[in-house]
């Protein structure tokens, strides 16, 4: 998962800084929040068996009975995404420090330093 968020950092800031000068914070926190659905689909794909989901899941913080009961739900991969034990375990701030970069936060940046070098 290193080496894709790197990827995905480095596509990321590519395309923003490509388009940072465009009023597009909507779209940013858009792109932003199904990022992260799709990086949650891909963690619950590594963890292939329920056993391996259970004890992930009870390692990022949630309590047995619930991991137990989510790690069953099978490969619904974007309903498991959209599920609330999954977004409490892997939040964005745990994404964010695993190394995943925000779209939304990166464009802020950016779009406010292309604005004021172009007043000047």
Same mark, same amino acid.
């Given at each position: ?6 990827? =995905?950092?480095?596509?990321?800031? *590519?395309?923003?800084?490509?388009? #940072?000068?465009?009023?597009? !914070?909507? $779209? ?6 199904? %990022? ?9 794909? =590594? ?9 992930? =899941?009870?390692?990022? *913080? ?7 009961? !989510?790690?069953?739900? *099978?490969?619904?991969?974007? =309903?498991? #995404? $959209? ?5 409490? #375990? %892997? ?7 695993? *190394? ?8 802020? !940046?950016? $779009?406010?330093?292309? %604005?004021? #070098? %172009?007043?000047?």
């Amino acid at each position: 998962m290193e080496a894709l968020f790197k990827r =995905l950092a480095s596509k990321i800031r *590519g395309w923003i800084n490509y388009f #940072a000068i465009a009023s597009m !914070t909507g $779209h940013m926190n858009k792109v932003d929040q199904m %990022l992260r659905v799709r990086v949650r689909a891909k963690f619950w794909k =590594l963890w292939k068996k329920p056993s391996m989901r259970q004890k992930e =899941l009870q390692k990022l *913080g949630i309590d047995q009975d619930m991991a137990r009961r !989510t790690a069953y739900w *099978g490969n619904h991969y974007m =309903l498991v #995404a $959209h599920c609330k034990c999954i977004n409490k #375990a %892997l939040s964005n701030k745990e994404l964010k420090n695993r *190394g995943l970069v925000s779209c939304a936060e990166y464009y802020r !940046t950016q $779009h406010s330093k292309k %604005l004021q #070098a %172009l007043m000047s």
